[in-house]
Every structure is written in C-alpha cells, then in structure tokens.
C-alpha cells in the first residue's frame, strides 16, 4: 500500500530534479555554460554583481564563484584544475598559476589599497596607524601567506611600527573576509584591510586612512586558466571585467583603476 | 562458528573501508618526510600541539564537570520540555560548528547579550582567548559526554540505587556511590569519544576565538594556516593529529565503547 502512494511522488521529485526538460523551450542548439571563476575573497561583492550582469549580456553563461584567499584558491587550481578563470589580489598567487597549469590573457583589472578599520564606536580610540601599537589594541590581521596579511605586515614595517603592532595581534585570519568579520561583529579594536572592504560594509565600519607613503596598493590580475572546457567563454569575462562595465562596478566598490 | 558473510556485504563493507582509509594512508604516502624532522622541532608544531592538548583536556573536564549531572537530569528528571531540552543539548553535534562559533559570538563575544555585560562589569572578554578555545571546543565536543552517560543512566538497573537508599544513603551519597560506578564505563567511553572531537576541533574555535599561535591556534587552525605558506608541513601536522587520535581510539576507545 505504502508504496504505491509513494511512487507516484518520487516520480514528481525526479522530474523537478532533472528540471522535466520536456516543459521548458529550447531556445538555442548551444548548451549553456557554467563557467567557474576562482576570486579573491575582497572581490566577493563587486564580482558578485559583475556575475549577474555578464549573465544578462551572454544570457546563455552562469558564471559560479569560488571566493577565497587567492593563496588558498591558487593552489587548490593546481590540484583540482576546476577552475575557467582566476582574479587573484596578488601578482605572487597568479604566478603560481601561470606556472602550473597556465594561464591566457592575464591583465591588470583593478588595485585597491590598505585602510584601518575600527567598530563604529572604535573601543580601541585609533585615530592613526601609530595608534596600532598602542597597549591592549586588539589588532586583527590576515595571516601570513594571505595576501591582505602580507600587505599589511608591509604597510606596518613601511611606517616603522611593525614589531610593535604586531604585539597587539589577538588573531590571523584566513582570508580577508573573515578579517573584516572581526570589526563587524565588534570583537576586535582594529584591522588592517582593503578600501574596497569600507565600500561594501557600509557604516558598521568606521575607517581610518593609511598615509600615502608608508601605504601599500595591491594589483589584482586576472587572467583565463589553461585547460578550461570553455575558452571562449572565460576570454569573454576577463575581457568583460576589463571593459567599461566591469571597471564601473569596481569603482563602484571602491577599488582603483588598475592604471594607479 | 561463525556464519559466511555474504559477497555483496563484503564488497560494500571493503568499498566503505577504503574510502576511510583511501584519504588517510594518502596523507602518509604524500607526507614530506625529509622534512618531518624540521616540523617537529619547529616551535610552531610544538607550541600548537601543547595547547591543543590543554584546550581539549580542558573542554573534556568541563563537559565531564557538568555534561554527567546533566545527563543524569535528562534521564531521570520528570519535568516538561525535556525533550525538547534534550534535543538542544545534543544539537552542536549536527549543527555546523562555524554557526556554533556564530552562536557563541553573539551570546558571550564582546557585543553579545551575555558576553556584553562581562565585558563592562567583569572586564573579561573571551574572544581571543585561550578560554575561548577551550568553551568554543566544549561547546561542539560536550554533547557526546551528555549522550553515552545518558544512555548509560537508561540501561541501569534502578534497584541498586532504590536498595542504597533504603539503607539510609542520601540522595548525594548513592549518587557518589552507586550510581557514577556503576555507569563509570559509559562515562569514560563518552569522556575518550569527547577528548578525541575536542582535539579535532576546529570551525567553532576559529569562529569565536580567532587564530593566534600560543593562545588560540590549536594543531587543525594550525594545519589549515600552514596550508597557505607550507602544504607539505601541513601534512606533516595533519598525520600528528591522525596518529594522536588512532591512538587513543585504539588504545582507549575499543575497550570502553564495548566493541572487541
């Protein structure tokens, strides 16, 4: 009895499963392209909405995001080989990819460089970078290896603080993402990230300016990996992130222009 | 004698042996063992490996402390809501523990409802801590203490406990004295099965407590740092953690859980 009344409900369930193809229209002979871009985790929002828009102008592509530390994620291209295109934060992590398995058409895209941030209510009283070393500040930095952390640790021996700043580091976080965390939820006193971050956490951020001379600008390459199943494709968003639509919604996220 | 096992059982049970197996013995063929001498001696294995041992004794002798009592509520208590409290209790089993880490920010972080107040009245602030670590991993690993001595309380003849009361045994004293001896196996299983989880701790404790070496980096954050700068040192590590717990479950664990 019982499954008999069953059956005829996993019949159902199999068909939404397989979308029941029969329904839908098939409106092209091209089958559509789901094409991967591993992404440095400060891109997440800007690449998310580039995404939606590369989707409306080749409307037969969805492009899926694997956001992560450009270290952790160039590796995992080397293993794994899942990857169509790479947007790194570092020159050092696409190298790695450039060397194995390759890369076609890396190009410059965006640059975006270093700020404090504090909670709102900045608990910690920094109103420069020297005020990371005062003691008690609880400092959150990228770990070492993660490119935000790297560029902070520079950013931090370029103002001659670096032994002392690091001191007052209560965590190293994995990504840059997980280091912005940090401030969101109020845990910590001060992070050293990228601008773009300010841009795309709004106001429970408070942020303070890095001086120009001890700053440190990131330069984001992006660039097509070898052995892709759908070339053409992955060309067509790094062309896309370079053109005006793409560098309009990067600026909109408060990166740079890949220029300077 | 025993009875033949069928063919089919026997090649699903090797196929569900190799794929345990498969991934740990690749870790020891993979595993850079020129290098083994050097990760050892490094200050940051040692360092981590002594703090994860501290954070997970200490997580097993608080869920101990207060999992065993609350067993002994679940099992023999008559009030309403238990399931529902029992439900909750056991729940960081299956939750994912980066929420559990969530959870704990919001309810004992600087900011949270509780860890607020501790905050401004106390003055203690458990993220970053290694107090962090340790409530991070007993949260997630306290659960399996809870369900073996429950289960223990469940299958006990309840005629000891009434027959050492009727002699004049305070309710105390025949819980001292003839209830924790007699489920003493059931606790100790659940106590080993709890130290091992603990050991492997890892989303909640890099949620709640961050990442700082001596202080809240335990060897899984250790492993997944190193990951970045150092994969096969990574690996190196990771087989530590997996010769450590094999051990213990070798070791300890057959016996009290009752499998020979």
């Known amino acids: 009895m019982r499954a008999t009344r069953i059956a005829p409900r996993l019949a159902v369930i199999a068909c939404l499963a397989s979308a029941c193809t029969g329904t839908t229209p098939v409106d092209s002979s091209i089958p559509p392209t789901q094409l991967t871009v591993f992404a440095a985790s400060s891109l997440t929002k800007a690449f998310t909405q580039i995404g939606e828009d590369f989707h409306t102008v080749f409307p037969d592509v969805t492009v899926t995001f694997d956001f992560g530390s450009s270290t952790d994620l160039a590796s995992q291209i080397q293993s794994e080989g899942t990857a169509d295109v790479f947007a790194s934060a570092s020159d050092a992590a696409m190298d790695t990819v450039q060397s194995d398995p390759g890369v076609s058409d890396r190009t410059k895209f965006a640059t975006n460089d270093l700020v404090i941030i504090t909670p709102a209510d900045d608990p910690g009283g920094i109103g420069s970078i020297d005020d990371l070393t005062k003691p008690g500040v609880k400092l959150v930095l990228g770990a070492q290896g993660v490119p935000v952390g790297d560029y902070a640790r520079e950013a931090l021996k370029n103002a001659g603080i670096e032994q002392e700043a690091l001191a007052n580091v209560v965590s190293n976080e994995d990504d840059d993402a997980s280091v912005v965390g940090k401030i969101t939820s109020g845990e910590a006193d001060a992070a050293i990230v990228y601008s773009s971050d300010v841009a795309a956490v709004g106001d429970t951020v408070r942020s303070v300016e890095i001086p120009n001379d001890v700053n440190v600008v990131a330069i984001y390459p992006i660039a097509a990996v070898t052995g892709s199943k759908y070339p053409d494709q992955a060309r067509s968003f790094v062309d896309y992130v370079g053109g005006t639509e793409g560098q309009d919604v990067l600026q909109q996220f408060g990166f740079g222009p890949p220029g300077g | 004698m025993r009875s033949r096992l069928p063919l089919p059982v026997v090649a699903l049970a090797a196929l569900g042996a190799l794929f345990v197996v498969l991934p740990v013995l690749a870790l020891f063929v993979r595993a850079p063992w020129g290098q083994l001498g050097d990760t050892l001696s490094g200050v940051g294995a040692s360092t981590a490996l ?91 690993s306290m659960p399996l203490v809870v369900l073996a001595t429950e289960s223990g309380l469940r299958g006990l003849d309840e005629r000891y406990e009434r027959a050492a009361a009727a002699m004049g045994g305070s309710s105390w004293y025949v819980f001292r004295r003839v209830t924790l001896p007699m489920i003493g196996p059931q606790v100790a299983a659940g106590a080993v099965l709890t130290w091992a989880r603990a050991l492997g701790e890892f989303g909640a404790t890099i949620t709640f407590a961050g990442n700082l070496a001596g202080r809240t980096q335990t060897m899984p954050l250790a492993v997944y740092e190193a990951r970045q700068v150092d994969p096969g040192g990574a690996i190196l590590l990771s087989l530590i953690l997996v010769v450590l717990s094999v051990a213990v479950l070798v070791t300890l664990g057959g016996r009290l859980l009752g499998v020979r």
Do not use: K, M
């Open chain 2, 50 to 140: 002594r703090l994860s041992l501290e954070v997970s004794l200490g997580a097993t002798a608080i869920s101990l402390l207060v999992g065993v009592p609350l067993a002994w509520v679940l099992a023999r208590g008559a009030f309403p809501g238990r399931a529902v409290l029992r439900a909750l209790v056991v729940l960081p089993i299956v939750l994912p523990p980066v929420v559990g880490g969530i959870a704990l920010l919001v309810a004992l972080g600087r900011g949270g409802i509780v860890g607020r107040w501790l905050y401004d009245v106390v003055g203690v602030q458990l993220t970053f801590t290694t107090a962090g670590a340790v409530i991070a991993t007993t949260f997630v």
